[in-house]
């Protein structure tokens, strides 16, 4: 998931420099919208993970 984040990143970012600000604009919303739901899946294992078996 912050996999595709990143390349969405990496889209925004030379999509702003070679002028293109609609197209920059949707892909860093996409890549913030894919990070943060990143951050909540690796938040939620993480704390499941810590749980005892038992």
Known sequence: ???WAFI???VAL???VL???GIAGAATNIAWILFVVGLI???VFFLMGRRPTA
């Open 41 to 43: 899946v690796a938040a």
């Open 19 to 21: 002028g293109f600000s």
């Open 8 to 10: 969405f990143l990496i």
């Open 1 to 3: 998931m912050l996999n």
């Open 14 to 16: 030379v999509a702003a």
